[in-house]
């Protein structure tokens, strides 16, 4: 069996998105099992049209160097990782309390990011026996 | 034995006490033995007096939706789900060192929530082999 | 095989770094093999010329009164207890894709807290079959 990582990602802010972009991309690319569970305010940057960009106001000023460093280096976009994550096997729901408390429904989400809408206990289920970071 | 599931609640916004109750009552209720360890700014939402709401400066504009969507799907609220959760056998710790500091001692919290004040060594020790959230 | 607790630091505000010496430092004692992972925010608090304090915007008002009483209980500083961690055995990274795009190479960074720059696949490899938390 292989070894899993599973994620809860909640927070909503652009920064918090790269590392759930290189940690899926890097796990899958390892051969772990990755599942992505999106909830919170960080569901509704899978939208179609998603929230526009948020970036936490402690670190607001440091924000325009952070995204010329990540473009010289050339580092993809993190939907980007995620959707290279994917073609690894990487899956990705949203939380389905939280889709439904906000009314929204499968069609709403981009279909190219997201593979369904699940309930906390399928994914605890799922990550059952791996690794789970909080996002 | 069952599996574990841990968690380190720090932050105090009240967005993220949502996961907290709906992992503990999901995991509890799937058999898992489940410890919550509240330190940092979290630890003042177990007062008898508690803190007052707080929400992430970033994401002030969307918790008038968010609540009215939470109301609208009936989701309990998250000292709902955590009594719940230790219905079912969850355990709820406050961190010696960060009550200490504030100069908090047992009889400052809530007795429906808490179950003891203890050090982050034991934390660790009852948290050993099973998964480890930090919210 | 020793448990192992891994640690990714994403989060750049002073009070996360609390309990990150503390969880070091505690987990190191019980013989855990500890190793913790800079990147983001967090990553400028290890240069040699650090970032200077930043307090999460919701909760600064109550920073005066949590820095007097960690004093008051004698807790040493997050990075005391990095230190004492790092006797004890932990090993500390920081993320060379982070590194590289904020134009940071080894040598801008403290050499009694940073061990080496290594990339993401390292750090999973380290980390598997053990604990991660994502702060």
């Given at each position: ?33 990755v ?31 952070l ?41 709403h ?27």
């Open positions: 069996m292989p070894d899993k990582v599973s994620m809860i990602v909640f927070s909503g802010t652009d920064d918090k998105l790269i590392p759930v972009g290189v940690i899926s991309q890097a796990a899958a690319a390892l051969g772990y099992e599942q992505i569970f999106f909830t919170g305010w960080a569901m509704f940057k899978l939208l179609k049209e998603p929230m526009p960009e948020t970036w936490p106001k402690e670190f607001e000023g440091m924000v325009p160097k995204k010329e460093g990540l473009a010289r280096v050339k580092a993809p976009s993190w939907k980007d990782m995620l959707k290279e994550a994917k073609k690894m096997g990487a899956k990705v729901y949203v939380c389905s309390l939280m889709a439904e408390a906000a009314g929204l429904k499968k069609e989400f981009d279909p190219s990011l997201v593979d369904d809408i699940v309930g906390v206990t399928t994914f605890l289920e799922n990550a059952r026996g791996g690794q789970v970071l909080f996002i």
